[in-house]
């Protein structure tokens, strides 16, 4: 008997462009959500674009939350919060922290939310996952996606241009997320997604294209690189889990948080992986150059001192990288010291 089902979940408006904060109020109401908004922000994006948010939606006396860390004791406090509150729906306001932490939120909560991003920094947009640390480890849960995405590139284009550069970056990391996504398949029988997977490399392709066009104050870079994130997200989406936009690099990035906590941002984290696993993956005369090259077309860090991390900091991180989550890449079951030096030597990383 054929027993095999398909869920892919997607959020139903995804609305791009100048000045679209002020049609959040009714790109929600296309979506028959009611009740009391709760806004699902941190400090930062608060302060820029709080009150133009609950403004869209004063006749129904919006409450705020605002989180400072991704972690489960930021969701519990936005789901009391709520409970309290008696919120209708939520809206997410900011990077991806807010974004992850209200993705799970209203999922525990059944109820819908809307990501309003304040920065192209990351393609957990649109994702059905919300990537959390706990302890040692990171967790990647699945987790309904927003029912609409309102991207206003005039707040996006005015955000530190570090955050798009760091959105750049964690879709060309997709490269070798992929290649350890087939990795896996290949010899762990991990389910690949064709669908999926060319959807992902096809999105890092389009934006490596789009590089000469993606300069710092340009509105239309913040155009271009929020389109590549909504696209790499719904290749997650498609896929039902992050593979598509997250192998050993995203390993090496989350263990550099472990260890090395604020120093960088994640996408400039895995960028720099990526750089280092694509050797890995394909030697000396493969392609990490162009993946190094594509990075710094983009103004996005190369190096361990590009990223503000110590030399030993990143030999340690790509040695216990594997112990993160068990997901198999072309860390193995781990490198070595001395192979760790010399990948990060070769590819000038340190
Ligand atoms: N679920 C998924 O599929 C994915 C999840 N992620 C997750 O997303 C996170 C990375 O996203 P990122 O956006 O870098 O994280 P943050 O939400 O922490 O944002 C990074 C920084 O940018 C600040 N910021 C946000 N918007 C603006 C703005 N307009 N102007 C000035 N500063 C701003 C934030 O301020 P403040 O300090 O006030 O918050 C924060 O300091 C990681 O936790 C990662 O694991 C990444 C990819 C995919
Ligand atoms: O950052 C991500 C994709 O870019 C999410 O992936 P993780 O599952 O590694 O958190
Ligand atoms: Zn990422």
Known sequence: MFDKTTWIKLPRNVLVGHGVLDQLGEAVDELYLTGRPLVVTSPTPNDLAGDHVREQFADADPATVVVETASFESIERVIDTAEREDAGFLVALGGGKPIDIAKMASDHLNLGFVAVPTAASHDGIVSGRSSIPEGDSRHSVAADPPLAVVADTEILAKAPWELTTAGCADIISNYTAVKDWRLANRLKNVEYSEYAGALSELTAEMLVDSADSIKKGHEESAWIVVKALVSSGVAMSIAGSSRPASG?????????????????????????????????????KGQWADIRDALARIDAPTTAAELGIADEVVVEALTTAH?????????GDGITEEAAVEVATRTGVI
């Open 248 to 284: 050993a690099e995203h390993l090496f990035s989350h263990q550099l948080d472990r260890i090395a906590p604020g120093e960088a941002i994640h996408g400039h984290q895995v960028g720099v992986g990526s750089i280092m696993t694509e050797y890995l993956h394909t030697g000396a």
């Open 323 to 331: 112990t993160i989550r068990d997901r198999y890449t072309i860390l």
